[in-house]
């Protein structure tokens, strides 16, 4: 199974700064013929489905802010919220769906500092 | 629109089994794989397995194999999960969600299971 890790676990930022995710996979996700990464990002909040923030993993998800955004290709990837608004206070998750157990992160639940 | 309406939270004992059904509509429901996931109280997902609606296909999480059992019945455009064997810690919210080629965008509402003597 590929392993999916996330850090920092929790992370508290300021409104209107810079929070930045990140997640590595355990084996690559980059498949090559195509030359997409098979990972994705998703923001949880209390008592809701997670909701698809980014696919390919820098590609954003019609209806989604452009203050996030997704990078990184292999292992190693980012997800950055530019200017971190009250309703972006929520739990964080990637998942690659490379090969299955289309495995996810353990989250990172990001607060208002 | 595209939604997936799930059946209603349920209390099971442990040792019996749960059966969860999941409705598409919005889209063809042979179109999309159907996937399963399942979250504990104050934790992360657990990825379960899909299921193909048009083939009866499925793949299901080594972790739950012969305890997991997919299938569809495509007159009525629903999916199942069936989990057998219940134990305490399979207490948590499983969703369904429509597979795309570029992950996971529509999910269900959740089905709240709580297993309990």
């Known amino acids: 199974d590929i392993v999916m890790t996330q850090s920092p676990d929790s992370l508290a930022v300021s409104l209107g700064e810079r929070a930045t995710i990140n ?8 498949y090559s013929p195509n030359n997409k990464n098979y990972l994705g990002w ?3 909040k209390p008592r809701q489905p997670p909701r698809l923030l980014i696919y390919w993993a820098s590609t954003r998800e019609s209806g989604v802010p452009d203050r996030f955004s997704g990078s990184g290709s292999g292992t190693d990837f980012t997800l950055t919220i530019s200017s971190l608004q009250a309703e972006d206070v929520a739990v964080y998750y990637c998942q690659q769906y490379y090969s299955p157990p289309h495995t996810f992160g353990q989250g990172t639940k990001v607060e208002i500092k | 629109q595209v939604q997936l309406v799930q059946s209603g939270a349920e209390v099971k004992m442990p040792g019996v089994s749960l059966k969860v059904s999941c409705k598409p509509s919005g889209y063809t429901f042979t179109d999309s794989f159907i996937h399963w996931v399942r979250q504990a109280p104050g934790q992360g997902f657990e990825w379960m397995g899909w299921i193909d609606p048009k083939s009866g296909g499925t793949n299901y999480a080594q972790k739950f194999q012969g305890r997991v059992t997919m299938t569809r019945d495509t007159s009525i455009s629903t999916v199942y999960m069936e989990l057998s064997t219940l134990r305490s810690d399979d207490a948590a919210v499983y969703y369904c969600a429509r597979g795309d080629s570029n992950g996971t965008r529509f999910w269900g509402q959740g089905s709240l299971v709580t297993v309990s003597s």
């Open chain 1, 42 to 44: 998703y923001q949880q």
């Open chain 1, 23 to 30: 997640c590595k996979s355990s084996q690559s996700v980059l």
